[in-house]
């Protein structure tokens, strides 16, 4: 009666159950039949593998939390130094900053002494950035470095500047070890 059809209910679930596991954890061998063990085994390595790279997601997502809260800790102690009025002008002109750009050329232009038309070339850019941005507030510094982009770094001006300078007398090509090709082949 009821316990032979309750029987056979939960017998036909376990059937399409491990049919179901079996297309889910077993690749398509077709012809080859899987005994139930070796389904389920299958099912227990396929939960460890899982396990194990959620347990190493958690790991990850603790190490970016703990990351993401030194790094708002820094942040916080860093903007305790910024003047009321805006940016701090520490961060313009710095003759670290400076000092550190210029190393920095100097290892490039004896690498790369094409780095030396670069620089060159930059240079007037940086000066005349940090003589016409204005960094007494964040709205004065963006309007006036949009300003000083706007004008100094358009296409026609960037191209007139490069021009100049490689027809500068200045600038010696022939002993850096940079060749400039006019000719078209």
């Known amino acids: 009666g009821i316990n032979a059809e309750y029987g056979k209910q939960w017998y036909q679930r376990r059937v399409r159950g491990l049919q179901n596991l079996k297309q889910v954890i077993l690749p398509v ?5 899987h005994t139930q063990s070796a389904i389920l085994n299958s099912a227990a390595e ?3 593998k899982e396990e194990a790279q959620l347990q190493a997601l958690v ?4 190490r970016l939390n703990s990351l993401i809260s030194q790094t708002k800790d820094h942040i916080e102690s860093q903007q305790g130094q910024i003047p009321e009025n805006g940016i701090s002008s520490a961060c313009f002109g710095s003759s670290i900053v400076e000092s550190q750009y210029s190393q920095f ?3 490039q232009i004896i690498q790369k ?3 030396k038309l670069y620089s060159t070339m930059l240079e007037p850019l940086f000066l005349s950035f940090n003589s016409m941005v204005d960094n007494t507030s964040l709205d004065t510094f963006c309007r006036t470095a949009h300003q000083w982009f706007a004008q100094n770094c358009s296409l026609t001006k960037v191209r ?3 021009t100049t300078l ?3 007398p200045n600038l010696d090509f022939e002993n850096s070890g940079v060749t ?3 000719s078209s082949s």
């Open 160 to 162: 007139e500047l490069a």
């Open 46 to 48: 396929l939960l460890r």
């Open 59 to 62: 790991t990850e997502i603790v």
């Open 180 to 182: 400039l090709s006019t």
């Open 105 to 107: 050329l100097e290892q």
């Open 29 to 33: 061998n077709l012809g080859i039949k």
């Open 113 to 115: 002494p094409l780095m």
């Open 166 to 168: 490689i027809t500068s």
